[in-house]
């Protein structure tokens, strides 16, 4: 069973710094690429960052400069860096796996981050 649990959310002020991790078990980490998405009150799902089983990142345009997402294959984890973050910020952060090969996704159940201005 594939699991990924996000955790290192929390309560921030504006100009400050947050580090997400999420825990993938029971499916071959480094062969799928992986991702953070957001979803803000009263907001779509959108994507945050996503980096490949090579290391290729693509980040939103909100983000560029400010994030970085980031693996660790030997612990099955990935990482999202979320610097000078801003109240638009403030949203729950879900981790994705896209299963290579047959495009599955899987999502982590989230972690809330809210930036005070």
């Known amino acids: 069973q594939v699991q990924l649990v996000e955790s290192g959310g929390g309560l921030v002020q504006a100009g400050g710094s947050l580090r997400l991790s999420c825990a993938v078990s029971g499916i071959i980490f480094s062969f799928n690429s992986m991702g953070w998405y957001r979803q803000g009150p009263g907001k779509q799902r959108e994507l945050v960052a996503r980096i490949s089983r090579i290391g290729i990142t693509n980040y939103a345009d909100s983000v560029k400069g400010r994030f970085i997402i980031s693996r660790d294959n030997a612990k099955n984890r990935v990482y999202l860096q979320m610097n000078s973050l801003k109240p638009e910020d403030t949203a729950v952060y879900y981790c994705?796996?896209?299963?290579?090969?047959?495009?599955?996704?899987?999502w982590g159940k989230g972690t809330l981050v809210t930036v005070s201005s």
């Open positions: 994705n796996l896209n299963q290579t090969g047959n495009g599955m996704d899987y």
